[in-house]
């Protein structure tokens, strides 16, 4: 009589076997905050085994996220299936939860036109090309972005109106600083400058986004034309 061996076949993976809205990713897509920890690993672990894998790095380190924080990758890529590169995944979405958790940095706020230049001027009276930039805020004047979107010539037959808005709608910002240099160093507002805010202006006014000022940035002096009512 023939003598056979029988092969036990591999386990199914869990996560073949469950529904789709029992699986980590759907869980983790429907309500973060309601998973478990095996899930939130498995998602960020990805591929048919992370669910025996994330229960296996909970069991090693005793289910405490502080203690998989601070070990080194190598221990963590020892849980088989894991490796080097997820290893680094999970060390990384770990920090990403302590970032989360520390106090948000002040944002710096504008209320007068030398606020808004001491932002920028340091750099901007250094360029020996025109740059114009715009200087986001929101209804705290906090400022959100400094964008920088036109190089070379600034001037109202060079620039497109949208585009300088752009960056105010995308935020939905109720107001916005638009600033350019003078690389000759003298920031006095040429015809085209006065032309350029007066349009700003007009079109900031049906999107409902004001323009608070036009800077023009020159060697160690700047000037607005906001204050000196031109385009205004």
Do not use: W
Not at 49 to 73: K, N, P, S, W
Not at 96 to 119: F, I, M, Q, T
Not at 120 to 149: A, D, F, K
Not at 188 to 202: F, G, K, M, N, Y
């Amino acid at each position: 009589m023939l003598n056979t061996t029988t092969f036990p076949y591999p386990p199914i993976p869990k996560l073949k076997v469950l529904p789709l809205r029992e699986q980590p990713a759907y869980r983790v897509r429907a309500n973060a905050a309601a998973c478990s920890l095996s899930e939130l690993l498995a998602t960020v672990i990805g591929g048919t085994q992370q669910i025996e894998i994330a229960e296996a790095l909970l069991a090693r380190f005793g289910g405490d996220l502080t203690r998989i924080y601070h070990a080194h990758t190598t221990q963590i890529a020892s849980i088989h299936g894991l490796g080097e590169s997820t290893a680094v995944r999970l060390k990384a979405a770990l920090a990403l939860g302590l970032k989360l958790s520390e106090p948000a940095e002040e944002r710096p706020v504008v209320n007068s036109p030398g606020d808004a230049a001491a932002l920028v001027q340091h750099e901007m009276s250094l360029l020996e090309q025109e740059y114009l930039r715009v200087i986001v805020l929101n209804t705290r004047n906090q400022v959100l972005e400094i964008v920088e979107l036109y190089q070379g010539s600034v001037n109202s037959s060079q620039v497109r109106i949208a585009e300088i808005l752009r960056p105010a709608v995308q935020q939905m910002a109720p107001a916005m600083i638009v600033v350019h240099n003078h690389p000759s160093g003298d920031p006095s507002p040429s015809q085209e400058d006065i032309a350029l805010t007066r349009s700003l202006v007009e079109a900031g006014k049906l999107l409902d986004i004001e323009i608070l000022d036009h800077l023009i940035i020159g060697k160690g002096s700047f000037t607005s034309l906001k204050e000196k009512r031109l385009g205004f």
